[in-house]
């Protein structure tokens, strides 16, 4: 047996035994998965050293005032609510549908994408890293004609286990690539609505560097190019975590320079939103992603490139 068929086997098990945990968390209930999500948040602080490192420098930069044993308590509630987002994937993409909705406590907001479709207009959902995202594509696919781009894990196994949880609900996902583009315009001069990860870095060549709580990060600049060709209305749809409960979904008017024909502004105007979003409950962002790597790789030689040393 060569090392390639014994590594496409130790990938092919791993997926067999985390879908199959995704499968039997779906039959628990909201409540019982918060409770384990409360056991497992403060080890995966205190064990997963990466994830924690990573989150308090995050929580240092955009929380300056915050003292050492405030910020190591908000990364504490912000790990337990991302173990929360990881444990409740097989709610979202695997529980009956009419289970999935009943966990849905409240929608704020349906009429900026009534209107705008009745309006001829397409939709961008910006929808940030926040809550569970998967539950807003989960109302958003089931109630909306809807497209989202889709890039496929690295474990490839899971591939199909993904795509249907997403596709489920009648959710269109296409390449993130030129031909997912020409998609996600042709779906918004239907009137239909689209779904942006606005918070997640571009490849080189795909971004611009705009302030996000003050610092640069890099953004896409995919979102001008749609607006511009097609005049679509832009909001911010989060699904926030009402803790053992359920979810309230909320769609949020956009920051005005999203509309900027300028990609700087424009994507100032994205992080904007996803600021926005952040402050409904800023325990529930994921902290743990390295928002501003890019800027590292970019200048090298900044004079505190030491506030970077884990990026």
Known sequence: MTQQTVESD????????????????????LSRLWRVSSSLGPLVYRFNKREREVTERNLEVVYPELSCSERKAFAQQ??????????????????????????????????KLDSARAEG?????????????EVLNFWLSSHFPFTAMYEPPKITALDPVIRHGRERMGASLVPTNPRGVAALLKALKRSEAIGILPDQE??????VFAPF?????????????????????????????????????????????????????????????????????????????????KVVQEQQKLPNYRDYRLY
């Open 78 to 111: 912000s790990l337990r609510h991302s173990t929360a987002t990881m444990l409740e994937l097989g709610h979202a993409w695997m529980a009956e549908p009419h289970k999935v909705e009943a966990g849905i406590l409240a929608v704020y907001g349906r009429d």
């Open 202 to 207: 571009p490849d080189w060549g795909s971004g």
């Open 213 to 293: 709580f003050g610092r640069d990060a890099y953004t896409a600049t995919l979102l001008p190019k749609l607006v511009a060709r097609t005049q679509a209305r832009v909001v911010t749809g989060v699904a926030l975590r009402i803790p053992g409960k359920g979810f309230e979904i909320s769609f949020l008017d956009a920051d005005e320079r999203v509309y900027s024909d300028d990609d700087v502004i424009s994507a100032t105007g994205v992080n904007a939103c996803v600021e926005a979003a952040i402050a409904l409950a800023p325990t529930q962002y994921q902290w743990e992603y390295k928002r501003y790597r």
């Open 121 to 133: 207009r397409g939709v961008i959902v910006l929808a940030p890293h926040f809550g569970n995202w």
């Open 10 to 29: 130790r990938r092919f098990s791993k997926a067999s035994a985390i879908s199959w945990l995704w499968r039997y968390l779906s039959r628990w209930p």
